[in-house]
């Protein structure tokens, strides 16, 4: 995992250029960040990698858990689907569904509409900084708003869900959105209560791990079955790539330990340990190993499927 460092860098550095040219916040008198002094490169290394992190681990998350609940989003003939958190607010939105909406674009970034009636929010949900793919809630205008880019809001803003599928279609929204609720079949409501679960076949033993309530975890589910390349990474662990990235919002930073499946961002790879690691800057948990964790280490190289 070393020598994740020294690739790592490179596209932070990118980040931290753009990083100045983001969206302005709701509040136009919000005060601008002061120009920092010059670093040494030791110094820029470290604080690269702690920017990294902070700007993709939702430092200001409140912690909130997924609900069972999801809806669709659809605008000319494009659709997204949103898993709800379990909140309040987001189970108010659900109750009015269905919905058909006139849309508003707010700073290049967000399309806002107006549900019938407001939502009841906390302050402990609030946030600030907004991710690419977020439902969410502006309580002083009474907006609902999806995020097709980055956003920060000087005022506190509210999620309500995270796209798991349609991320691509967010910005090509215009005109009118339709809401729908997506009813859960007995398998779905089954599947919530007992923990999703994701297994592999390795020769004649079978790998099953049980993923987190993240949205890195739910993206990751989402994409199953696939077939991808498992390959050894240092002494530790086994890496594969899934067919997309995931999406790291309110996905906790994984502390690993031996039998851990967690998503390391910079590469876009998902890790599964068999020896302890600990944390790591842009390492995020996605869930545990249950059955067959012995039979980790012994994973040959190859192509392999992953299923529910």
């Known amino acids: 995992m070393l020598k994740k460092i020294v690739l790592f860098l490179l596209p932070a550095i990118t980040l931290l250029s753009v990083s100045g040219c983001g ?3 709701r509040n136009i008198h919000s005060e601008k960040t002061e120009k920092q002094p010059e670093q040494s490169a030791e110094n820029m290394a470290e604080s690269l990698e702690t920017d990294y992190a902070d700007n993709h681990s939702n430092h200001e998350s409140p912690g909130l858990n997924l609900s069972g609940l999801s809806i669709k989003i659809s605008s000319d003939e494009k659709e997204a ?3 709800l958190y379990d909140t309040k607010a987001a189970e108010k939105l659900y109750e009015q569904l269905p919905l058909v909406l006139d849309t508003e674009n707010f ?5 806002m509409f107006y549900p019938p009636e407001s939502l009841p929010v906390t302050a402990d949900e609030a946030y600030h900084d907004g991710i690419k793919g977020e439902l969410s809630y502006y309580e002083p205008w009474g907006d609902v708003f999806i995020l097709y880019e980055d956003f920060y809001a000087g005022d506190e803003m509210h999620r309500l869900g995270i796209c798991t599928s349609g991320t691509e279609y967010l910005e090509s929204f215009d005109g009118t959105v339709t809401l729908e609720k997506l009813e859960s079949s007995a398998e779905d409501q089954e599947e919530h209560r007992m923990g999703k679960q994701m297994r592999i076949m390795v020769d004649e033993h079978e790998i ?4 987190n309530d993240s949205a890195a975890a739910e993206s990751l589910y989402g994409q199953l079955p696939f077939q991808v390349e498992i390959s050894d990474y240092s002494d530790d662990e086994k890496i594969f790539y899934p067919p997309e990235g995931l999406e790291t919002s309110n996905t906790p930073l994984a502390d690993a330990k031996t039998g851990t499946l967690a998503y390391f961002a910079p590469w876009g790879d998902v890790v599964m340990f068999y020896k302890e690691f600990g944390s790591y800057n842009g390492l995020y948990e996605l869930g545990q190993v249950i ?3 012995e039979y980790i280490e012994s994973i040959p190289k190859g192509t392999y499927i992953f299923e529910k």
């Open 23 to 25: 969206n302005t916040d």
């Open 81 to 83: 689907v949103f898993q």
């Open 107 to 111: 700073r290049n970034a967000q399309w």
């Open 208 to 211: 099953v791990f049980e993923l």
């Open 291 to 293: 059955s067959g964790g």
